[in-house]
């Protein structure tokens, strides 16, 4: 079964520093897809940025990057320039490839400093 | 779009009683999941619609638990006889059939039911 750890219940940055957020994934297939959701108080679930196993490049949106190691199943999140909008619960997630089931990480709540 | 709405946003219940949850997807999207999350927890699944035949459901799913989706559209989760371990929020989320491995699902705001 596919597991997801995020290993940082808690983390904070000061605003316009950066920060990454930690994610480690258990799985036995070759074709999967790793997530790293954002979910700010009280308002819905977004998508932050999704990463495809067999690509090698890091995917990158704006200020956000990831750092896909697949050997070491480690898929961390670098929020870069943070600000106070960032402010949320993320959760790194995965599915392998022709499942519909996303495997969430417990979360780790961002708490950014002006 | 008007993205996935959930109605209602809050329920409160007595236990015992049965309660009826609404999920409005994406329209162009054939995909229906139900996800449910406890306080300090990631969603977990509960199950899967395509278009409006439900193809997977977790154990998480009791006996007490039915989800439907008439005509592939709107779908509502149902749960009789609730119990105060049903209290959590209910997220549901849509997606279009992957496309390049496209994979996304679009969460809605979410049910919170608590159970008193």
């Known amino acids: 079964a596919q597991t997801v750890t995020q290993s940082q219940p808690e983390m904070s940055v000061q605003e316009a520093e950066t920060v990454t957020l930690s994610c480690t994934y258990d799985t036995s297939e070759s074709d999967y897809y790793l997530f790293w959701y954002k979910q700010p108080p009280s308002r819905q679930m977004i998508l932050v940025i999704r990463q495809e196993a067999y690509k090698q490049q890091n995917a990158t949106e704006n200020r956000f990057s990831v750092n896909f190691q697949k050997a070491a199943k480690s898929f961390s999140l670098k929020i870069s320039d943070s600000q106070l909008g960032d402010a949320a619960m993320y959760f790194c997630?995965?599915?392998?490839?022709?499942?519909?089931?996303?495997?969430f990480g417990k979360g780790t709540k961002l708490t950014v400093n002006p | 779009d008007t993205g996935v709405s959930q109605d209602p946003r809050h329920k409160i219940t007595k236990r015992g009683q049965n309660v009826t949850f609404r999920c409005d997807p994406i329209s162009e999207h054939n995909r229906l999941y139900w996800y449910r999350q406890t306080l300090g927890q990631g969603p977990e699944f509960l199950t899967y619609?395509?278009?409006?035949?439900?193809?997977?459901k977790s154990r998480l799913l009791s006996d007490r638990f039915s989800a439907e989706r008439p005509k592939g559209s709107f779908s509502t989760l149902e749960i009789q006889r609730t119990e105060q371990g049903d209290s959590a929020m209910y997220l549901c989320?849509?997606?279009?059939?992957?496309?390049?491995?496209?994979?996304?699902?679009?969460f809605g705001p979410g049910t919170r039911l608590t159970v008193t």
């Open positions: 989320a849509s997606s279009s059939s992957p496309d390049g491995g496209s994979y996304e699902q679009y």
């Open positions: 997630a995965h599915i392998r490839g022709g499942s519909e089931k996303l495997v």
């Open positions: 619609f395509q278009n409006e035949a439900q193809l997977e």
